[in-house]
C-alpha cells in the first residue's frame, strides 16, 4: 500500500449470493464409522486482526455474479465459491457483512445467522449449519443469496465499505475486510483462491475487477463484464470499480495483457495520472530485471475520482486516488511501490497481518532500488537518510518489526527496507539478489512469515544471521550501527540533507 489508506467509511445492506466450497466430490467419503463433528473456528486469531478468517475449510475459487442497479443502489448477487473442509465440520463461518435470506449446502437448505465480532466491531460473522455434517476432505457447496443496498449495511464501528465515487461506486480498502459487502469469503490472507467475478450493470458503465477481462456482452441497456484472475488472492487484494471511466489498453513485457481505467470526472488530474501511469510498462520491466518473472498474467491500473491521496496493491490492477495528482504532479515512485506488491506482497503473501513488512518493505525497498536507477539517491543513501532521521525514540523503533500495533506501521515501510539494505550491506550484493528474487520464486502464490525469511536468508547466505535479525526483526529498539547489523563502516552515516527521493515523499 502507498503512503496512506483510505479512512473508514459506511456500507449497504443485501446481495443475493451462492457460495460453493469444494473442489473435491461433494458428499461424505469412506470414513471411519460415526465419525465426530465439530464446528470450524470461527477466527484465526490472528492478533492485529481479531476475528478476521474462519477455520475448517481451504477455498480454492470464489465465482461472484453480481447485478448493480445505480439508481436504487441495489445489489444482486450469487457466488459460488470453491472448497475443501479440512476437518469433519458440523458449522463453518464466513466473514459477510450483507443480510443474507437463504443457504443451502450440498444442495440441502442450512440453517444460519449473523452476528458483529468482539467489541471493536470491523467486520460480521456468518455462521453456516449444514443439514449434515461435512466430513474431512469433503466437497462442499454453499449457495448464500442476498440482496439490498449495500450503500446502508453498516457495521458498528466502521460504517460501509462500499464507497461512493463522483461516477458510481468501488469497493477497496485495506486491512479492513470490505470484501464483506460484496461477496462472503474466509477474509484472511492465508486463504488466496482464484475468482471468476461477472458484473451486469448498465450499459453506459464500465465494472472493473481483478485480472483478465475476459468478455463484455451488451444486452439493451445492461452489460455484463466476465473477469477472471487465474493465480490464488488474498481477500483484501480484490477490488472492485462500477462507473464511468476511459479505458486504455495494451501489453506489458511483451504479451501481458494491461488494462488501464481513468474515472472521467477528473479532468486534468487524468493527464497528469496518467504521465506516471503510462511508465508502468517500464516499472515493470525494471522490477522484473530485479526480482524475477513477473507473477500474473494481467496488468493496469485505476485511476478513481476521489479526492484523497491513497494508493493500494490490488492483485493485478492497482488503485490510486485521483486526488494523489491534484498537488503532486510527480508520483512515479507510488507506480513503483505498488506493482513491486505485485512480487511482494501480492504473489508472496503474508501469512499474517504482524508480518506485513514482508510486503510493504519490500515495496519501500523497490521505491529504493527505482531511485539509485534514476539518479535520486542510491538504496544506501536513503537507509542512510532514515536511520539518520529515526532517533532511537522515535515510534518507529517502539515494537518489534513482525510485531507492530497496526499492520500498516510506519516501520513496516522504513524499517522493513532499511532491514533489507542492511542485510544487503551484510551479506553481499550477489547474495543478496539471490535472496530476494528466490524468496519471490519459491514462495510465488503463496504465504510466508517472518521465520520463513530468516531461514531463507540464512540459508542461502550460509551466514549466522541470529544477531541480525533480532536487532532488526525482534528488538523493540533502534539498532546499533555495528558491522554485524549491516552498517557498512560500524558507524552511522550523517546525511547533511534528504536525497532527492527522500524528499519527494516528505
Known amino acids: 500500500m502507498g503512503r496512506s489508506w483510505v479512512s473508514r467509511v459506511k456500507v449497504g445492506t443485501v446481495l443475493g449470493l451462492v457460495l460453493v466450497v469444494g473442489a473435491v466430490p461433494v458428499g461424505p467419503p469412506a470414513s471411519a464409522a460415526d465419525p465426530v463433528f465439530r464446528p470450524g473456528a470461527a477466527s484465526l486469531n490472528d492478533v492485529l486482526m481479531p476475528g478476521l478468517g474462519n477455520g475448517g475449510y481451504d477455498v480454492g475459487n470464489y465465482d461472484i455474479r453480481l447485478r448493480w442497479a445505480p439508481d436504487t443502489g441495489r445489489l444482486n448477487g450469487k457466488t459460488t465459491v470453491t472448497a475443501t473442509a479440512t476437518r469433519n465440520l458440523s458449522r463453518f463461518n464466513l466473514d459477510f457483512a450483507l443480510p443474507v435470506t437463504a443457504v443451502t449446502v450440498n444442495g440441502e437448505a442450512a440453517t444460519f445467522t449473523q452476528r458483529d465480532w468482539g467489541d471493536y466491531v470491523n467486520h460480521r460473522e456468518l455462521e453456516i449449519t449444514p443439514a449434515r455434517g461435512l466430513p474431512k476432505g469433503t466437497g462442499m457447496s454453499v449457495v448464500v443469496t442476498y440482496a439490498g443496498r449495500p450503500a446502508d449495511v453498516m457495521i458498528e464501528f466502521y460504517d460501509s465499505g462500499w464507497r461512493s465515487t463522483p461516477t458510481g461506486s468501488i469497493v477497496w480498502n485495506e486491512p479492513d475486510p470490505v470484501s464483506e459487502w460484496w461477496f462472503p469469503a474466509n477474509a484472511h490472507p492465508s486463504d488466496k483462491a482464484t475468482y471468476d467475478v461477472r458484473v451486469t450493470a448498465p450499459a453506459g458503465l464500465t465494472a472493473i475487477t481483478n485480472g483478465r477481462l475476459l468478455s463484455r456482452v451488451v444486452d439493451g441497456d445492461l452489460a455484463t463484464a466476465h473477469w477472471r484472475s487465474d493465480d490464488p488472492m488474498a481477500t483484501y487484494l480484490t477490488m472492485l470499480?462500477?462507473?464511468?471511466?476511459?479505458?486504455?489498453?495494451?501489453?506489458?513485457?511483451?504479451?501481458?495483457?494491461?488494462?488501464?481505467?481513468?474515472?472521467?470526472?477528473?479532468?486534468?488530474?487524468?493527464?497528469?495520472?496518467?504521465?506516471?501511469?503510462?511508465?508502468?510498462?517500464?516499472?515493470?520491466?525494471?522490477?522484473?530485471?530485479?526480482?524475477?518473472?513477473?507473477?500474473?498474467?494481467?496488468?493496469?491500473?485505476?485511476?478513481?475520482?476521489?479526492?484523497?491521496?491513497?494508493?493500494?496493491?490490488?492483485?493485478?490492477?492497482?488503485?490510486?486516488?485521483?486526488?494523489?495528482?491534484?498537488?503532486?504532479?510527480?508520483?512515479?515512485?507510488?507506480?513503483?511501490?505498488?506493482?513491486?506488491?505485485?512480487?511482494?506482497?501480492?504473489?508472496?503473501?503474508?501469512?499474517?497481518?504482524?508480518?506485513?513488512?514482508?510486503?510493504?518493505?519490500?515495496?519501500?525497498?523497490?521505491?529504493?532500488?527505482?531511485?539509485?536507477?534514476?539518479?535520486?539517491?542510491?538504496?544506501?543513501?536513503?537507509?542512510?537518510?532514515?536511520?539518520?532521521t529515526a532517533p532511537a525514540g522515535d515510534p518507529m523503533w517502539a515494537s518489534p518489526l513482525n510485531a507492530p500495533p497496526y499492520p500498516l506501521d510506519r516501520s513496516a515501510y522504513q524499517r522493513g527496507a532499511m532491514l533489507l539494505q542492511a542485510l544487503r550491506n551484510r551479506v553481499g550484493d550477489a547474495d543478496f539478489y539471490q535472496i530476494m528474487r528466490t524468496w519471490a520464486a519459491r514462495h510465488r502464490h503463496d504465504n510466508a512469515d517472518s521465520a520463513d525469511f530468516v531461514t531463507h536468508a540464512s540459508s542461502l547466505s550460509g551466514q549466522d544471521l541470529t544477531s541480525f535479525f533480532q536487532a532488526w526483526l525482534h528488538d523493540a529498539r533502534r539498532p546499533d550501527p555495528t558491522v554485524d547489523n549491516g552498517f557498512p563502516t560500524g558507524a552511522p552515516a550523517r546525511p547533511k540533507q534528504a536525497p532527492p527521493a527522500a524528499a519527494a515523499r516528505s
Open 241 to 388: 470499480a462500477i462507473g464511468s471511466y476511459t479505458v486504455e489498453t495494451g501489453t506489458v513485457l511483451g504479451s501481458v495483457p494491461a488494462y488501464y481505467a481513468y474515472e472521467t470526472s477528473n479532468g486534468i488530474i487524468n493527464d497528469r495520472a496518467r504521465r506516471d501511469i503510462s511508465r508502468t510498462p517500464e516499472v515493470l520491466a525494471f522490477l522484473q530485471r530485479k526480482w524475477g518473472k513477473y507473477p500474473f498474467t494481467a496488468a493496469g491500473a485505476v485511476v478513481t475520482g476521489e479526492p484523497y491521496g491513497s494508493a493500494l496493491e490490488i492483485q493485478t490492477r492497482p488503485v490510486y486516488q485521483g486526488g494523489r495528482w491534484r498537488n503532486s504532479v510527480d508520483n512515479v515512485w507510488v507506480v513503483v511501490h505498488e506493482n513491486a506488491h505485485q512480487w511482494y506482497g501480492d504473489s508472496v503473501t503474508a501469512r499474517t497481518w504482524s508480518d506485513l513488512w514482508l510486503a510493504e518493505g519490500f515495496a519501500t525497498y523497490s521505491e529504493w532500488e527505482w531511485s539509485q536507477d534514476q539518479g535520486t539517491g542510491t538504496a544506501q543513501e536513503l537507509f542512510d537518510y532514515y536511520y539518520a
